[in-house]
């Protein structure tokens, strides 16, 4: 099964959203997001968890790896891309670490260009299952 395949049968939509930096009255920087665009079916393939600890208590993180189909330069570090659920609401955030295009590894000697697609890498935002405290 072709990485196209995957995509179109296992896919779930995603919106993306960049970031906007501004001051807050304290001089602090704020960073809010803005929807930009709906990227269409999406390939998400979880990585693993970290097992981080913050301020004393696990902190669980997912990292993954997000197929898109089509180059898609408008995709940057620190954009967020959004599921949304059936009824409409976001479902999980993932924050965009890096991005890649596979066809444009080798372009000048004229391999993969059946790979036109975009490699994300990206971390849950905002896990909807946490650790608590006991």
Partial sequence: MSIEQIIEQFGVSLYLWKPTMSVADDAGAVRTYDRVTELGKCF????????????????????????????RDAIEIDDELYEVGVTGGVTDRWRVVGRTNPAEIGRGAGFARHLNLTVIDAVQVSPSITLGLI
Avoid: C, H, K, L
């Fill in 44 to 71: 998400i393939q979880p990585n693993g968890q970290s097992q981080d600890v913050f301020e004393g208590r696990m902190n669980s993180r997912t990292a993954a790896t997000i197929y898109i189909s089509g180059n």
